[in-house]
Structure formats: structure tokens, C-alpha cells
């Protein structure tokens, strides 16, 4: 990114160069359904996501439904922005 772009600019550069993100942060941390919804109006209509599981779905639970549901659930909450806006991927 240019020294000059503010930390708030970095997704919107990003989309001039690049059509697609993969969402890394959700592994770590469920995002709010604000800070998803801000993905969406930040970024071109045609610009698409991929986000990562949770770890405590994958890693923790080893996604066994009966243990890991109640985080599944809220990170598909997290995420319905995206897929309303049909901008996920995977």
C-alpha cells in the first residue's frame, strides 16, 4: 500500500487491483455483522469474498456439529451481509 493511503483506504485500494479477498481474520475472530456490512459498502459491487472458518469450528470442535453449532451459527450471522449481497464465495 502507499505510505500516504490511511489504514481505512487499504480495502478500497485493494479492490482497483485485485477482484477477490480471502477473509483470514475469521479463523481468529468472528466479526460483527457492522464490520461485515462495511465490507460490503467498501467495496464494488462485483467484488467477492472467501472467508475462513472459525479455529474453534475447524480446529477446536474439529467441526463436529453438536460441539462447535452455537460458533457456527454466529459466524454464518456474521457473514449473511455477504451472501445477501451475493459477495461470498466460500
Known amino acids: ?7 481505512e483506504d487499504f480495502l ?4 482497483e487491483i485485485f477482484y477477490t479477498n480471502e ?8 466479526p460483527s455483522r457492522w464490520i461485515v456490512e462495511s465490507w460490503v459498502n467498501k ?3 462485483d467484488f467477492l469474498f472467501s472467508a ?4 474453534t469450528v475447524t ?3 474439529k467441526l463436529e456439529l453438536n460441539r462447535c453449532s452455537d460458533d457456527l451459527a ?3 450471522f456474521s457473514m449473511e451481509p455477504l451472501v ?3 459477495k461470498l464465495l466460500a
Open 1 to 7: 500500500y502507499p505510505k500516504s493511503l490511511r489504514k
Open 12 to 15: 478500497l485500494y485493494y479492490t
Open 23 to 30: 477473509i483470514n481474520t475469521t479463523f481468529y475472530n468472528i
Open 43 to 45: 467495496t464494488p459491487q
Open 52 to 55: 475462513k472458518l472459525p479455529q
Open 59 to 61: 480446529h477446536e470442535h
Open 74 to 76: 454466529r459466524f454464518l
Open 84 to 86: 445477501e449481497a451475493k
